[in-house]
């Protein structure tokens, strides 16, 4: 049953730690995207991206799920999600929250042998107020062959620059967010 799943024993150790892009002119970070500056991926590669940005999107379905490892890790500046199952309660719970969720535009940036990286600018509109945020973040995603097959073991979605520690009051929240939002979103125990 996917919701008893242990964590990945080792999560700290494939946690992704991308360099922060640098705009060209300002030479400062920046997660702002420019497509026509994205990196070439493979046909595998692109299938990756594409199941998680269709849960960016707010369609989850167990096939977009199943591009993660069953132990992976999910990391974000809201929650720590350490199996496959918790990470299903994150995805299943964007239609919830928001009216729409637009992916406006990708950069990938990296793509050697274990990593996929790309800046993302994804618009978050508030079911209800309908009220819009747009958030540019950093996506690393670090990659496994699992089964013969390039699974995601972990999943990082850095906002604003910046990468966010474990450590504190914000960690358990992240954490007690990750390990019970799936009692909400009520993800199909079959991912």
């Known amino acids: 049953m996917p919701s008893t799943t242990t964590p990945h024993p080792a999560q700290r150790a494939v946690e992704p730690h991308p360099t922060p892009p640098l705009d060209p002119t300002t030479h400062q970070p920046s997660y702002a995207p420019n497509p026509d500056a994205s990196l070439p991926l493979s046909p595998t590669r692109q299938a990756i991206q594409r199941h998680i940005l269709n849960l960016y999107g707010g369609s989850a379905s167990a096939s977009d ?77 670090r990659l496994e062959a699992v089964g013969g097959q390039e699974k995601v073991v972990y999943h990082k979605d850095m906002w604003n620059e910046k990468d966010y520690d474990h450590e504190g009051f914000g960690a358990w929240v992240k954490k007690l967010n990750g390990d019970k939002l799936t009692h909400v979103t009520q993800p199909p125990e079959e991912i």
């Not at 993660?68 to 239609?95: F, H, N």
């Open 65 to 141: 799920m199943q591009v993660y490892a069953e132990q992976a890790v999910y990391d974000d500046p809201l929650s720590y999600c350490d199996t496959r199952y918790k990470i299903a309660g994150q995805w299943y719970g964007i239609p919830k929250l928001f009216a729409r969720s637009e992916t406006l535009a990708t950069e990938v940036v990296a793509s050697p042998d274990d990593e996929l990286v790309w800046k993302q600018r994804q618009r978050y509109t508030v079911a209800g107020v309908h009220a819009s945020k747009v958030v540019d973040s950093l996506v690393s995603l």
